[in-house]
């Protein structure tokens, strides 16, 4: 889950000085690891935009905030339209979430994990892309370099329609699958992209599989015995995604610390191509979906 570390590359990190001027958005900046990178981004001069569901900062300097139903492609599609992507010298995808036990579908007929963690991104990503800055930045949160990850993905079940398991399984680990095809497949066309694996932090994102409350704050919290708060994560981590070397390592695979790991060996460029396919297919399906009930 933490990624295996590539001693070949070692990055210099960027002053966080650097960020004044600059525009950074958060896709998933309302809670957790995006909140986090949102309200350091903002402090350190950045005029930080949120997309999300709920805002929680309101009245914090240089954060504004765009609400956006995540769960639906069609919503992801037309926040992406509207938001200001040619001003924006950093994208990050943090939005997601960890799958309950009962399967949840979205009104365009997604599985929600999918939609929410992965598809969304997808969607919103190539609206943006021809309109972004061409040394903009993009980040997409995710775990890559997991082990054997191709593995515990079924790509011929992209959607869950077949079966379904809640949790850390096959229905999430093909989301884990897309993110990384995403940054691959990106990076291939020479873009600024590059993948984050935070391992474990504590945060909200599990809530649906353990049920949040008392049970669940127990659990966020042995999590947090081992592992950095989003706010420690993310204090380590910006220098890394502000380093100038960065530029020289496009697709680079980040771990929690901040230093590169290996990206995952399975994806060849075929592998690839049928990732972004199956991504493409759904998500077309998914705003055919939403046109034919209006």
Request: glycine residues 10%.
């Amino acid at each position: 889950m933490y990624g295996t570390p590539n001693s070949s590359i070692r990055l210099l990190p960027g002053a966080l000085s650097s960020l004044s001027g600059k525009r950074f958005c958060v896709v998933g900046g309302t809670a957790g690891i995006g909140q986090s990178l949102a309200r350091l981004a903002a402090l350190k001069g950045s005029e930080v935009t949120v997309v999300g569901r709920t805002f929680r900062d309101a009245g914090v300097k240089n954060i504004s905030f765009v609400q956006a139903d995540l769960n639906l492609m069609s919503k992801a599609a037309s926040t992406a339209v509207a938001l200001p992507a040619e001003t924006f010298d950093y994208i990050a995808f943090t939005n997601g979430i960890v799958p309950g036990n009962k399967k949840v579908v979205t009104a365009e007929g997604v599985e929600q994990d999918m939609a929410v963690s992965a598809l969304s991104r997808w969607v919103m990503l190539k609206s943006l892309l021809p309109r972004l800055k061409p040394e903009g930045r993009i980040f997409v949160w995710g775990f890559p370099g997991t082990k054997g990850l191709l593995k515990q993905t079924s790509i011929s079940d992209f959607n869950s329609e077949k079966s379904y398991n809640g949790g850390f399984a096959t229905p999430h680990m093909n989301t884990v699958a897309l993110n990384e095809a995403i940054v691959h497949h990106l990076a291939a066309q020479g873009k600024e992209v590059y993948g984050l694996n935070p391992g474990l932090i504590k945060s909200g994102i599990r809530d649906s599989l353990h049920g949040g409350g008392i049970i669940g704050g127990m659990l966020e919290s042995a999590i947090n015995l081992f592992n950095p708060t989003s706010d420690a994560y993310i204090n380590k981590l910006l220098p890394a995604l502000l380093s100038p070397d960065l530029s020289s390592h496009k697709g680079a695979m980040l771990g929690q610390s901040g230093d590169v790991i290996l990206a995952t060996p399975e994806f060849t460029k075929e592998v690839v191509a049928e990732w972004i396919n199956a991504a493409d297919a759904l998500a077309a399906k998914a705003l055919a979906s939403s046109v034919a009930g209006k």
